[in-house]
């Protein structure tokens, strides 16, 4: 497993959508700032129809797979507001989900999850991109 943090890409409505997420009052002090913000501070940013259908951007789905454990999950990367409790959606701010923001299919990462533990995570595949499908303004 690569345990270099892969480049990560993300469009630019994602970029602005997440730092007026972060600069909310409610998400001020959610545990995973600091690291959700190092994250975007170093991706790469491009126009929505400029987005490689081969990242991971918010409202995609993809299938990750836990190194650890090697079970495939299938997520979908939302915001907080649309985190409904479905075990498939993965909010942005929970750290599974800044963990795969803006990763590629084949990218793995290391990540700190909450109690000390660390997730090892995989993109195996993208099963829906937003921007690649042409929705470029979700």
């Given at each position: 497993?690569?345990t270099?943090?892969?480049p990560?890409?993300m469009s630019?409505?994602d970029l ?9 009052p ?20 491009v126009?929505?129809e ?8 918010m ?19 939302v915001?907080?507001r ?5 075990p498939?959606k993965?909010?942005v701010?929970?750290?599974?989900g ?7 299919v ?22 829906y ?6 929705h470029?303004?979700?």
């Amino acid at each position: 497993m690569n345990t270099a943090t892969p480049p990560i890409v993300m469009s630019s409505l994602d970029l602005e959508r997440i730092e007026a997420l972060l600069d909310a009052p409610a998400h001020r002090h959610f545990p995973g700032l600091e690291a959700l913000r190092a994250e975007i501070a170093r991706a790469s940013v491009v126009e929505p129809e400029q987005m490689p259908a081969d990242v991971v951007t918010m409202n995609s789905t993809a299938q990750v797979v836990d190194e650890n454990n090697h079970e495939e999950y299938e997520l979908t990367l939302v915001y907080p507001r649309e985190a409904d409790g479905d075990p498939g959606k993965v909010s942005v701010l929970a750290p599974v989900g800044s963990a795969i923001l803006g990763l590629r299919v084949g990218d793995s990462i290391r990540w700190p999850m909450p109690g000390g533990r660390e997730a090892a995570l995989r993109i195996a595949a993208i099963r829906y991109q937003p921007e690649a499908a042409g929705h470029l303004h979700r």
